[in-house]
């Protein structure tokens, strides 16, 4: 089992908003999960930007834009509700149903990441990868 995915996001570069989905597009079992999370730790974060930008926006079908391109332009979006400055050591959870994205990097940006699936109210929590 590979609980964790390490990633690097380069100089440069960004994450366009999407939404992660397990019963989208990797684990057809969690039929429309109670919640998903995603986690991540902080490595490194760059020298500026790589900001974490959540948008109040729950698609509810894989038909939505947003998912079957798995991303859209920012622009498409407006402003989005939270944004987050992470930094190194910090473990952020976020509801990954809802739409994020991260800014373009300055420098290197690196995180260990992982996913939590909660199929109902009062499951147990699943880590997926
Ligand atoms: O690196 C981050 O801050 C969030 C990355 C992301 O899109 C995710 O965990 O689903």
Known sequence: MRPCLARTIEHGTEL???VDRCDWYSHAE???PYAQLSGNIYL?????????????????????????ECSVDRDY?????????PRVGEMILINSQLV??????????????FFLVLQTK????????
Do not use: Q
Not at 77 to 85: C, R
Not at 100 to 113: D, F, I, P
Not at 122 to 129: E, G, I, K, R, T
């Open 77 to 85: 979006l407006g402003e989005p509700d939270l944004t987050l400055t």
């Open 30 to 32: 969690f039929a429309e």
């Open 44 to 68: 490194s974060v760059g020298d500026t930007g790589g900001e974490l930008a959540i948008w109040n926006s729950r698609p509810e079908h894989a038909s939505n834009p947003i998912a079957c």
């Open 122 to 129: 009062d499951s147990p929590l699943w880590m997926y990868h």
């Open 100 to 113: 994020h994205a991260v800014g373009k990097v300055r420098g290197l940006r690196s995180t260990l990441s």
């Open 16 to 18: 366009r908003p999407h």
